[in-house]
Structure formats: C-alpha cells, structure tokens
C-alpha cells in the first residue's frame, strides 16, 4: 500500500501540476465503491470550473484546496491507487508493479481531470487510478477537520507529539509495537514497510509489547519514526536514493533465490527474518533486533490475554494527551493560510521558529 512518502509524492505532483490552473472538465466512470458518499456526477458538478490554490497530504491522504465555496477532493490510494498525467508514466508503488504504458485514458481510471491555465496553450490531464478499488474519493468542506482526517493520529512530520507523551500512550498499549505503528489513529502514515524500517532503526523487535519498551526504545522510536518519513519524502519516494543501510534496499527476496546483501556494524551478513504481525508480514535483523518479550510479569500477563485486540481502541489520559497535540496542529495546518489565495499550507520548521 503506498505509505506516507509516496502520497507525499502525489500532493507534490498535483501542486506541481495542478496549482493555479482551472479545472475545465472532470471525466469520472461510475463506481459507487470508490466514490465514497457521493456519486461520480455529483464529483464532476462539484470540480469543474473551479481553480486549484493547493495540494496537501496528512497521513495517507491526500487533498486538493479549490477557490470558491465548494467542497473540496479528499483522496486515499488504498493499495493499488495512484495518478497518472497524460503523457506521462504512471509512478507506480513497489509492492504493485505493472507494466508501464502511456495509453490515454488510463485503464482503471475513475477520473480524470482536465486543466488549464491562464497563459497555457494545452491542457494538463491527471487521471486518477484504481485496479482493485479499494481507493475511496470523498468531497470535504474543511478536509482537516473531517473524515478521514479527523480520525487519523499525529502525522510524523506535520504534527509529532511531545516526547514525553508519545512515550505514555505508547506504554498504555499491550499490543505488538508493529500493530500500534500500524494503526493509523495512533500515527498515521505509517504503512508496512516504514514501520518495519523504523523498528529496525530503532533496534526493536516488531513483536515487543509496548508496555515493556524501555526509555532508550522508545527514545530510538521517536527519533525513527520522524527519519524514516522524512528521508523518503526527501527524495520523492525514489526507493532507489534510499540509504544502502536501509531494511528497504534488502527485504524484497525472500522465497527468491537472490540473497541479500545487508551487513551488520561488523560487517557480517545480517539474517532477515519474517514474522506476522498486526495482520502484515514484516521483516526485521534477528541480530540487532531481539525479542524481549515475557522478561516481566506484566508482559507475560499481556501474552496471555487474548480478549484484547492488537489495534484497541487508544484510551486513558495519555492517549487523550497525543490526540489533544495531534487536534491542535490540525487546527494550525488549517488556519496558517496565504491571504490572498487562501491556501492551506504547512509552514517549515524553519519558518515556525523564525
């Protein structure tokens, strides 16, 4: 599923191509799946005429900010959804790869997008794909405090939360720390492979109870899952500029007869191993990343209740405190607009501290 930095690099695309120009038309094939809440005409009646001021992404979803009174396009990509512009490759997810073509309309499209601006002689045609239709498209009044925003957890680089109560609602939670990553109300972004490399990272096994993570784990945790995110997003989801010491560049054999080539601090081969968790088949270094798990009674007690899912619901003071941070940086991301466009931007670290 495309993860954090490659919806990153959807916005990035539709502020690329899309800012400041008008959409002139909207094709849309009927998908009462995809199309959550609203019909596909009731999608197209909606965009067209209006201008893109914007493109942003929280989590896994991405949105365009239009002018006018209207709501606005608030998308997920699910598993095998992506963009594709006419002329163009689509840019497609590791995980899903098909082989290329530039046939225009896309197969699998369920919209397309017709652009054009002012001093443009053409138009500009963005498709919006979906094989297996597990992508939805929704039209939001105000997308940051609205599903499926509104329901999402701290987004690694837009809203962190304090460190201390990142680590209290971590420790309230018994479950496998890969299913916390996992769940997108407690961080949302975070997909399978970034989880997996995050922990990696941080030197923890993806089956350790959350409530056994010492101070130095967790610590690495922060720090990780913050990293990860942006590393990729620098270098626009190009698995290929990822760091060669990346679980990324060496976890895609296994069942292959091709072998890996990631080395430990010594300079020994690493053995990557896969375990289920969390429902997702993640890898990790049997050597840097040991399993603790039932060192105390409290983790031997939380092994042994089966009555509590890996993704409970997040309670208690701590939890209410992340969420609180997550609220309020939304309701920053929302008001720190331009003026005169009346765009929604996040502003950079360096701006915030200006």
Not at 92 to 116: G, N
Not at 121 to 135: H, I, M, P, W, Y
Request: proline share 6%; hydrophobic share 35%.
């Amino acid at each position: 599923m495309p993860e954090l930095p490659e919806v990153e690099r959807a916005a990035k695309l539709l502020r690329e191509v899309a800012t400041g120009k008008t959409i002139m038309d909207v094709e849309a094939v009927e998908d009462t799946i995809v199309f959550s809440g609203i019909s596909h005409t009731e999608f197209v009646a909606e965009l067209k005429g209006r201008t893109v001021t914007d493109a942003q992404r929280y989590g896994k979803v991405f949105y365009l900010l239009l002018d006018g009174e209207g709501r606005h396009p608030v998308m997920h990509f699910g598993m095998t959804g992506m963009l594709q512009v006419k002329g163009q490759l689509a840019t497609y997810y590791r995980e899903t790869p098909r082989k290329a073509s530039a046939d225009w309309p896309p197969r699998f499209m369920k919209f397309i997008l017709h652009l054009k601006g002012d001093s443009d002689e053409e138009e500009t045609q963005v498709a919006f794909l979906d094989a297996r239709r597990l992508g939805r498209v929704r039209l939001c009044k105000t997308p940051l405090t609205e599903p499926p925003i509104s329901a999402l957890g701290f987004d690694p680089i837009l809203s962190m939360p304090d460190p201390d109560d990142f680590k209290k609602a971590v420790r309230k939670r018994s479950c496998p720390i890969k299913a916390l990553l996992l769940d997108q109300s407690f961080s949302a972004g975070v997909g399978n492979w970034a989880a997996d490399e995050i922990l990696y990272h941080a030197r923890v096994h993806p089956e350790e109870r959350c409530n056994v993570l010492t101070d130095e784990q967790l610590d690495a945790l922060y720090k990780q899952i913050s990293t990860v995110c942006r590393t990729a997003v620098s270098v626009n989801a190009d698995d290929s500029k990822f760091p060669d010491d990346w679980l990324f560049k060496h976890r895609w054999g296994k069942g292959k007869k091709e072998k890996h080539t990631l080395k430990l601090p010594d300079g020994k081969p690493a053995t990557i191993k896969w375990i289920t968790v969390g429902g997702r088949t993640s890898a990790y270094v049997a050597e840097l990343q040991k399993l603790k798990r039932g060192a105390t009674t409290q983790a031997v007690e939380a092994e042994k209740d089966d009555s509590e899912s890996d993704l409970t619901p997040l309670s208690g003071d701590d939890d209410e405190k992340v969420q609180k941070v997550t609220r309020r940086l939304k309701r920053k991301l929302k008001t720190d607009e331009d003026p005169s466009s009346g765009t929604t931007r996040p502003r950079t670290r360096r701006q915030r501290t200006s």
